[in-house]
């Protein structure tokens, strides 16, 4: 495991770090009763990391905005799928790789990108992007991430750098530039946030990023000539809500989009797209990649869950571009879905942030080895050899068909 990387802003705010590493990188240890949690699924990791962290870290981390209708609805929506498995198919193992945007997947899973990973961990960033690298999943570089993309390449595997549109072009370009000088092998535009969702918790805890955390890709003239989301922070406002409005530009257009194409020969792919005409003009500007998604049920409430919407998409791309899910995975078996209806794989958020409260690489990497065998056991119990198979299961949503081939 990589040693305890703390950047220039200096160390984290103490209840942070005793809370966020207590027990140390035993993996699942701490109990209140003083006995050893055992995680037998990776929504076991929730309730354990939820009573490692501060509380208003936590609510960042868990809220969606508004009354949460459609972060809830994220969950329910894997809950109402149904799949229709098959026997008798003759293999005796079932292989889960994935080509994922050209990078070579051990499972058809990429670690999302997420902000301000020191919060959670003293090792943060680095420490979840190698528990990628060990576990080979592509990992997701937030561009609001607390260790910058150097540091966090050092970890290797496959990288992937997250960008959003913000006023100032010439940021974008030069953050493009450097993920080109490191080997990301995507870029990931998020285009679902003209602003940030009004996220309740957030505001009621008048959250602000601990000291010491800091969106380490930026520079100080880039912020504007200040810090961050840090500091005080009046009653009733977001420190995180109130830094973004300064930094992103809302009017990003289709135009902007084919303007950062063209500025790399990096495959871009663009972050959260629920409908399909917008699928289909975003596979007409030749995108590798779309990801359905609903930020994880943080911007619009009262929007679509992305599994609702995800066959939708598939069928309007037509293969001409990948397509993953992201917003409510938590699960192998959701993983299964997914694939059953037409991705190329899925992203994985919060869990992901679980694995690392509960000992940095090594619960990151819990997590993404109990995802695996979560996604083995589905597979096998669904006769699924390999993801071909699994695109080909039949899926109901109570009496509905969702997706898989026409019944014989």
């Known amino acids: 495991m990589p040693g305890r990387v703390v950047p220039v802003g200096g160390p984290l705010n103490d209840s942070v770090q005793v809370r966020s590493a207590d027990g140390g990188e035993a993996v699942g240890s701490g109990a209140a009763d003083g006995s050893a949690e055992v995680l ?3 929504a076991d990791a929730e309730q354990v990391a939820r009573l490692r962290l501060p509380a208003p870290v936590w609510d960042f981390i868990a809220g969606g905005s508004g009354a949460e209708l459609t972060a809830r609805a994220n969950l329910a929506a894997f809950d109402d799928i149904y799949l229709v498995p098959r026997v008798m198919r003759g293999a005796r193992a079932c292989d889960p790789a994935a080509m994922l945007i050209g990078c070579e997947a051990a ?7 997420i902000a301000y990973q020191r919060m959670i961990h003293p090792d943060g960033e680095v420490a979840l992007a190698a528990a990628c690298a060990k576990a080979r999943v592509p990992y997701t570089i937030a561009m609001l991430s607390s260790m910058t993309l150097e540091e966090i390449a ?17 940021v974008v370009t030069e953050l493009v530039r450097r993920a080109e000088a490191v080997g990301c092998r995507a870029l990931v535009l998020t285009v679902d946030v003209p602003e940030l969702g009004r996220r ?53 257009s289709w135009s902007d989009v084919a303007w950062l194409a063209g500025q790399t020969s990096v495959p871009l792919v663009l972050k959260g797209i629920l409908d399909a005409d917008d699928a289909r003009h975003a596979a007409d500007l030749g995108v590798a990649g779309i990801v359905v998604s609903n930020h994880g049920g943080r911007q619009l409430d009262g929007a679509v869950p992305s599994i609702t919407a995800l066959p939708w998409i598939v069928d309007a791309v037509a293969g001409r571009c990948e397509v993953f899910l992201d917003s409510g995975v938590r699960s192998g078996l959701d993983v299964l879905k997914a694939v059953a209806l ?63 081939p026409a019944a014989t």
Do not use: K
């Not at 890709?217 to 989301?229: A, I, K, S």
């Open 40 to 42: 037998v699924s990776v």
């Open 154 to 170: 050092q970890a290797g595997g496959c990288l992937w750098l997250q960008l959003y549109w913000l006023r100032d072009r010439g």
């Open 342 to 404: 037409g991705a190329n794989g899925v992203m994985l958020g919060r869990p992901a942030l679980w694995g690392l409260a509960l000992g940095g690489a090594a619960g990151a990497g819990s997590i993404l080895a109990l995802l695996t065998e979560e996604l083995r056991q589905a597979m096998t119990l669904a006769g699924c050899p390999d993801l071909s198979a699994a695109r080909a299961l039949r899926a109901m949503q109570r009496l509905g068909l969702l997706g898989g």
């Open 107 to 113: 499972l058809p899973v990429a670690v999302a990108p």
């Open 200 to 252: 309740l918790r957030d505001l009621r805890n008048a959250f602000t990023v601990p000291d010491g955390v800091y969106p380490a890709n930026l520079t100080h003239r880039d912020l504007g000539g200040g810090t961050g989301p840090a500091g005080p922070t009046a009653p009733g406002q977001s420190a995180v809500a109130s830094h973004t409005a300064a930094l992103f530009d809302p009017s990003l």
